[in-house]
């Protein structure tokens, strides 16, 4: 059994037991997989102002960390997955969120319901990405935003037509989910990206030039970890990455803020 790290300060969670790790999705308090989660959460974290006294709905909540920490700042949300493994632990886990199962493709929600829908390394999972934008586009109301983040295809599965990620079905660059987003309907007001911070960078240079690979190599061949790799890994934070628009081809995750006019 892997390592416990601590969950997210202010995080709220009943005594539940925890979802599986699939490869499919984060999910907190493993040493191991702290390096991943911290990665999304920085995402919630430097946009959760976007959420301030709105309704949201967090479209795909996962395991529903980041729905409860939008629940700190927001009037209400909605999360809403298809897995109804996940909706079931969120209604559990995180009773401050209205838990919804149901298919990203028909969103079950009122047209212009919503002040904010979050989607968080989700579209990369989606078969009809397009038809996804077109529902959030739907539900928002005029002037509503979505804050959307996805893995950059150009470092995370580079050189490939098809992505390494056996659970992703479409990956994209910066200008192919602006492209999506513009022809959904949407005015894309900020296109950022998380990069590595330089305490990462320190980790990349220690790990023979990739800290990520280093977990993956040995993640994929079932080889035990070093303890040194095992604490790198559980002593990442939010603070560790970077958030911006500069080198937004080198960035590691996209991160687009897009408006309903």
């Known amino acids: 059994m892997s390592e416990a790290v601590a969950p997210p300060v202010g995080r709220e969670c009943a005594e539940v037991e925890s979802l599986p ?37 967090e479209a795909g909540s996962g395991e529903g960390y980041g729905a409860d920490m939008i629940a700190d700042v927001a009037a209400s949300v909605i999360g809403l997955d298809y897995d109804l493994g996940a909706a079931q632990h969120v209604r559990a886990a995180y009773p401050r969120v209205e838990m919804i199962q149901g298919n990203l493709a028909q969103l079950p929600l009122v047209d212009g319901g919503v002040d904010v829908v979050v989607n968080f390394q989700v579209i990369e999972h989606l078969w009809d990405q397009a038809q996804f934008l077109r529902e959030c586009l739907r539900v928002l109301r005029p002037g509503g935003r979505l804050l959307i983040s996805t893995p950059n295809r150009i470092t995370f599965s580079p050189g490939r037509d098809t992505p390494l990620n056996p659970f992703h079905t479409r990956e994209l660059n910066a200008d192919e989910l602006s492209e999506l987003l513009t022809e959904a309907g949407f005015r894309v007001q900020s296109m950022t990206g998380v990069h590595h911070g330089p305490a990462l960078r320190a980790l990349d ?3 023979g030039g990739s800290f990520i690979d280093a977990q993956i190599q040995r993640a994929l061949a079932g080889d035990p970890w070093p303890a040194d790799l095992t604490a790198d890994v559980a002593a990442v934070g939010i603070d560790d990455f970077d958030l911006r628009s500069a080198d937004i081809d080198a960035c590691l995750d996209l991160v687009a803020i897009a408006v309903k006019s």
Do not use: D, M, S
């Open 21 to 57: 790790l699939t490869g499919e999705r984060t999910v907190p308090g493993i040493a191991q997989e702290n390096y991943w989660f911290r990665r999304h959460e920085i995402v919630y974290a430097r946009l959760l102002g976007h959420c301030a006294q709105a309704r949201v709905l």
């Open 205 to 207: 240079e220690k790990w």
